[in-house]
């Protein structure tokens, strides 16, 4: 845990490592479908220089419109991941947030897992928001 606590201190960390793995295979606008881009308005955004459409690195992932600190986020994933057992009321204390905050965010992270979409938890649906 003191390694992820590392590695994942900051926002910024955590949403390099978003967008690193979003446009892994290149950016391609999901407005005009174009490839050119520039350094978008937020930190690790992406800015189509055709359509002018801008795009966060949490956009369509399952860190999309994610009410709590993104570190928090992270967090919860890394602990559900690691066992999926652990209830909310477990999160709850280790993150000294809302029990039905952790409760919504695990639920969207086991629907991913539960598409075989894996640790990557890239677009899947999200029927749930937290």
């Known amino acids: 845990m ?7 201190s900051t926002a910024e960390q955590c949403l390099k490592v978003i967008a690193d793995e979003k446009w892994q295979e290149g950016f391609e606008c999901r407005k005009c479908g174009r490839t050119n881009y520039c350094q978008g308005k937020t930190p690790y955004s992406r800015r189509c220089t055709t359509c002018k459409t801008d795009e966060s690195a949490t956009a369509h992932t399952i860190f999309h419109r994610c009410r709590i600190p993104i570190t928090d986020a992270f967090e919860i994933a890394y602990l559900v991941c690691g066992s999926p057992k652990m209830s909310s009321y477990e999160l709850s204390r ?9 409760w919504k965010f695990k639920k969207r992270i086991m629907e991913c897992i539960e ?6 938890l890239f677009d899947i649906p999200q029927k749930s928001q937290v």
Do not use: I, P
């Open 2 to 8: 003191e390694e992820f606590n590392l590695q994942f």
């Open 115 to 120: 598409h075989g979409a894996g640790l990557h």
């Open 94 to 102: 280790r993150l000294e947030t809302r029990q039905m905050t952790c």
